[in-house]
């Protein structure tokens, strides 16, 4: 049974991400890729705007769609048909549809004479598929299954670390459309539920090109939207990637032979989820390049964006955690040197953890050797064309541990001479005479004094 909730409604909990795609035409500078979300897209306001259906209604256990978390969950129960859907007009422009799966399709049996699937589609007033369908003769344009396991996908509908990308070809301004996203199958799979969110719409717009153009830079978030997109012509990872956790870089799953997962004695495991599963799968779309889910982007000495080819770099940015990291080099002179030591030292009285810590207590090029004189240094320099370098947090530094790999357990390649332990900015609690590091030959948070030498690398937030 359809039940209306509510009038169309725009969310207002998250912010419109825009994104830079440059176009194949003579004139492509002038045109963009922005996003604009569907009423109630973020399901801010509920299920405002959308339709849920449950069929039969009088299921059991119940068929439901609820808001968990801010995302649509759907759960078939005993029903045959569990799902939820939204009717607009197009917008002048359209040119794809774009979701997040926030909850991968989970099955709890192979089902019976009806298959076990989740299913997604975008269909015309005259209720026929306007995108491409995952097989001659059906009408959702993604599907997931039971058996076999995976997602299937329509001609140009991409899935990518959840994000699931529907292109809309030929659809005229006005043209009514109809997204729904449903769980369908035999009453016996009670356990089957999916989550959504984020819907948005994406949109070509006309625009005037930067005048006078300028050489492209990892600030302003170029490198997320400018930078990818102008490179590699694709509109899938159009936002600024600040504050988002990585994942651990473990591929291989305990108790099998060659590490392979699923294990059924050892279920749900680091590896069998997340960044890294999704790169083992060739699912995960990254911006640049490194091992496992990580995806970094080497960065020449004025901030300049080098390609994933460079022999030569000075910074790494993260483009997950939207950080710029200091590369070091074998250069005694140079504060990066891989072999200087620093004291820890924070004077402000306000984040010291109750001890200021050792002036001047490692052994480095001009002094003074301590965690303030390293920041002072690299900001000095401008290293990357920023005076913005600080220490970083337990939480930033432990992001860089690659746990698949030890001594050096981090991305070597991206970050040459590495080994050994590096303070962080946070102070021990219980101990104020000692504060955290990194050990990179195992990827161990642990305590030492302040006043011991040990190394550092910097860290700025790309703005």
Known sequence: MCTENGSPVRGSARPVVFGLLLLGSAHAADFAIVDQPLP?????NGLAGWTVEVSPESSVPAGEVQVVGGAARIVKGGAFHAGLSQGFAAPAGLVALRLRITQLPQFASTGGFIPEAFDVHVTGANGFSRAASFRAGASATANATAVPAGFNLGSGVSLSGGSLRIPLVGIEEGEWLELSASLVGASADTMAFVAIDDVVLEVQVKQPPPDPPGPLNADACEL???GFEARRGVGTIPRCALGQIGDTGITA??????????????????????RDAEAVAGILEKLDSGPAGFDFTRIGPDGEILPASATEWTCVADNHSGLMWEVHVDDPADPRHFAHSWSWLQTDGQTDGGLAGTADGGVCADAPCDTQGKVQAINDLALCGSGNWRMPTREELAGLVHAGQRDPAIAIGHFPFTDGTY????????????A????????????ELKSTGQKVRLVREIP
């Open 436 to 447: 955290w590091v990194v050990d990179f030959v195992d990827g161990a948070a642990v305590v």
């Open 423 to 434: 303070w962080t900015d946070t102070p021990m609690a219980a101990q104020p005479d000692s």
């Open 224 to 226: 997320f939207r400018g």
């Open 40 to 44: 109630n897209g973020d399901f801010g």
């Open 253 to 274: 799953c305990a108790g099998s032979v060659d590490g392979a997962c699923e294990v059924a004695a050892l279920p749900g495991q680091d590896a069998e989820s997340g």
